[in-house]
């Protein structure tokens, strides 16, 4: 139930198309979801994150759809470039919790 | 503002030996996390410290330990290495206890031979 399930694994998008990485959960108590991007050798850094309170969350080319009732959330990278190219990994907390679930992560390469 | 900064980038240990890696928090954060992150994989949960204390663990061996000092500053222990101890160890920090939002440091590579 603390799992946090992330797809694709990999990802290819030509230069300008959309990316979509998508997520899931099950813990109900789950009240924050963030995205972090990383490159290799690199910690993750924060890019997006949402509460469960609104279904959508736009900053810049980055958008996080949520799906309360299907425990869904996705990550769109609009007008993707190739300095996108970095892995990206969803993840969950909780509140009354201390710590981060994150899913497996998603290797996205941009085609030029 | 200075942001989490971690030392030293890269160590070679050896079978069996100790190592310390150390993590400086973001000015004004008191809490600090660590993860271990394995090729290819998410990062993982080891402990968190909150002004001083341990405030939650995952699901690691005791002999990851931690500290973090008045300045919340931090430290990570691993005694007795293993083999697949090698991996990303990446610190994080926040504002406040359970507050959300974490900041990564770059992380420590080690590599355990």
């Known amino acids: 139930q603390q799992q946090v399930k992330q797809s694709p694994q990999s990802l290819i998008v030509q230069k300008g198309g959309i990316s979509i990485i998508n997520c899931a959960y099950e813990n109900t108590a789950f009240d924050y979801f963030p995205w972090y991007q990383q490159f290799p050798g690199k910690g993750p850094a924060l890019l997006i994150a949402?509460?469960?309170d609104v279904s959508e969350k736009k900053e810049g080319r980055f958008t996080i759809s949520f799906n309360k009732s299907a425990k869904q959330f996705s990550l769109h990278i609009m007008d993707s470039q190739p300095g996108d190219s970095a892995t990206y990994f969803c993840?969950?907390?909780?509140?009354?919790?201390?710590?981060?679930?994150w899913g497996a992560g998603t290797k996205l390469i941009i085609k030029p | 503002e200075t942001g989490v900064t971690q030392s030293p980038t890269h160590l070679i240990k050896t079978r069996g030996q100790q190592v310390t890696l150390r993590c400086s928090s973001q000015s004004g954060h008191n809490t600090v996390s660590w993860y271990q992150q394995a090729l290819g994989q998410g990062p993982q949960f080891i402990f968190q410290?909150?002004?001083?204390?341990?405030?939650g663990r995952g699901n690691f061996p005791p002999r990851f330990s931690g500290l973090q000092f008045p300045n919340y500053s931090s430290e990570l222990n691993v005694n007795a290495l293993e083999l697949d101890d090698s991996a990303l160890y990446l610190c994080?920090?926040?504002?406040?206890?359970?507050?959300?939002?974490?900041?990564f440091g770059p992380g420590t590579r080690l590599t355990v031979l």
């Open positions: 994080a920090s926040s504002l406040d206890g359970v507050t959300d939002t974490q900041y």
């Open positions: 949402i509460r469960p």
């Open positions: 410290y909150y002004r001083e204390e341990e405030n």
């Open positions: 993840a969950a907390s909780s509140n009354s919790n201390y710590q981060l679930i």
